[in-house]
C-alpha cells in the first residue's frame, strides 16, 4: 500500500520543531523528519517513546561480565587447574579485570549492534533519502493527513506558515513508513 | 570537576565557530578538502611518514629473521625500548576518548571541533602500541596464543592472574570500542559525504554510511547509543591505562612496585594524549584551512586541560620520590637516587624539565596565545612523556638487586628503526584519514552553530 504525505523543507531546525508541535496539536500523524543533526525538542513533538538502548546495553555487560567470570573461574579452577606462584585456583581478585573488559565489550557491541539492527542501517542498504539535501543543511518534516480533518491547502498553508520554503505532496510506499515506526 | 572548571575558564565572547559559518557552509568546508586533489604539501608529509613507516617495516624484518637478540636487551634490562614504546603509544591514546566521551558526558561543546580526529589518533595510536608486545614476543606467529581457545595442548589455558593477560583484553576491548564509537560519530558525516559524490567514490560512501538517511528515530537511537558507548568508555579508559600499569605495579622491582602507579599513568596518559591532540590539531588547522573551526578557545581549553595534568604529574613524582624516602626500604630509596642521579640521570632531568616545567608556561595567557609557542611545547611534553616511560622502566631495571648483575641499556639501531617505524605507522595512517575522511565531526559541529533566530 502506498499513501500520499506532505513533504516540507525548513532552513532550520527550530522552526521544523515548531511545525511538528502545531501538526501535533492538530492530531496530524508525523510520519518522520529527516534532519542533518539531531534537534532538541523533536523527540516530544513526534512522541517518540524513550529508546530501549540502555536496556539492551545493560543486558550485554551482564552477559559479558557473567562470561568473563566463568570462563576464567572454569578454565583456572575447574578444567585444568594450574598452581601459578602458588596462587588459589579461584583467585577471584586477580579476574576482576578480564571480567571487567569483557563486560565492556559486551555491553558495547550489544549496543551497537542493537542500533543497526534496529535502525536498519546495514552494508548497501539504501535509506529513505527524501531530499538529497537533508545531510547538509535542510530539515525535512514528512506528514500524512490522512484521516486528519485538515484539506491540504490549509496543511500546507499551516507548514508554510512555520517558515518551510518548500512543501510537495508526495506518494510513499508504506514499507518505508511502517517499516522504520 | 577540574575539567569543568578548566574549560568554564574560557568564557570568552569569541564564538565556538568562527567566521559566523552557514549549516551549508560547514558542509563545504570540511568535504571540499576531500574532494580535491591533494596538495603538495600532503605529498610530502606522506612521503615522509611511508618512509619512516618503510624503515619501520625493513627494522621488524630484519628483527624477527635474526630474533630478539638484535635489541639492546640481557639478563637484567628484558624491557627497554619495546615496552616504553608501547606504553607511551597506548598513553596517547587516551586524549581521544577523553574528549570524545568524557566531555561529550560532560557536555562540553567545544570538543565537536577535535573530537574526530582525535578519536582517529586514538585508534591508530593503538594500532601502533600493539605492534610492540607483538614482536616482543619474539614469535609474532604465534600471537594467537594470548587467547583462551581450546587447543591440543590439554587444553592448557591462559593464565588469567597475569597483568600481561589483562593487558591483551584491554586493549583488544579498548580498540575495539573505540573503533565502533569512532565509526558510530561517521555514520552521518558519510551520508554527507555520499549525497555530494558521485560514482565510485558515491559507492563507497555509500556503503560505508550504511544506508543513513538522517531519521528522526535513527537521531534518536544514535543519540542514546553514542551516550552509553561514552559511558562504557569513560571507565574503560581508565582501566586500559590501570591495568597497563599493572604490568609494573604488580612486579617486585623496586620504582614499579607502587600502589600510585595506577593513577599515575593515567593522568599521564591524559597529559600525553592532550599535547598530541594538539600537536595535531596545530598542524591540521593551518594545512586544512581549519581555522575558523579550530579556534584559539580550542587551544585555550586544551592548554589549561595540559596545565592541569601536568602539575598532576609533577605531584606524582614528588610523591613518589617522598614515598621511596619515608618507606626506609633501601632499595627502593637507592632506585629513586638512581633514577635521578645515576648513569641515566639526565633522562631523569629531561622528564622533569618537559613535563613539570615547561607545562607551567601555559599558565600566560601571552603564551596560551602564541600558537607556535604552543606548538612548540606540546612537542616538548611528548617528548618528555616518551622519557618518563624510558625512565620508569630502563632505569629500575638497569640495577638489579646484585651489583654483578648491574647493566647499562643502549639501544640498538634496530630498535630506533623499530620506534621510527611506528611513527611512520602512526602519520601514514593519519593522513590518509586527512585524506578520506571528515576530520570535523560536520553533524556536531552544525549542532552548536547558533540557530538562525540567536544569530
Redesign the interface.
Known sequence: MSRRVHVALFEDGAELVAAANACSRLRIPIVDAYLPFPVHGLDEAMGLRRSRLPLVCFGGGLVGLSLGLALQYWTSAVDWPLNVGGKPFQSFPAFVPVAFELMVLCAGLATAGALFVRSRLLPGHVGVVVDPRVSDDRFVLVVAPAGASIRAADLRALLMEHGAIECREQIVTDRHVEARS | MALDHAVLDVADTTPLIGGGK???QV?RDVCSPLERSPTRLWYGAFGAALTALLIGAVAVGYQLRVGIGTWGLDRTVGWGFDITNFVFWVGIGHAGTLISAVLLLLRQKWRTSINRSAEAMTIFAVMCAGLFPVIHMGRPWLAFWVF?YPNTR?????????AL??DV??I??YF??SL??WF?GL??DL??L???ASGWRRKIY???S????????????????CT??AA??T??VV?VHT?VS?DFATSLIPGWHATILPPYFVIGAVFSGFAMVLTLMLVARKVMHFEAYITPRHVHAMCKVLVFTGSVVGLAYLTESFTAWYSGNPYERFTFLNRAFGPSGWAYWVMVLCNVVSPQLLWFRRIRNDLRLVFVLSLVINVGMWFERFVIIVTSLERDFLTSSWSHYTPTLVELGTLLGSFGLFFTLFLLFCRYLPMIAI??V??VLP???ER
Open positions: 552557514t549549516i551549508g558542509t583462551p590439554g587444553p592448557l589455558w591462559i593464565n588469567f592472574r597475569s593477560l589483562w583484553f584491554a583488544g576491548t575495539t570500542i565502533v564509537f558510530i555514520l552521518p551520508a554527507t555520499r549525497d555530494r555509500g556503503w560505508l550504511l544506508g543513513w538517511d538522517g531519521s528522526a528515530r535513527t537521531w534518536s537511537r544514535y543519540e542514546t547509543c552509553l558507548l562504557l568508555a571507565p574503560l582501566s591495568v599493572t553533524s556536531e552544525k549542532g540557530g538562525r533566530h
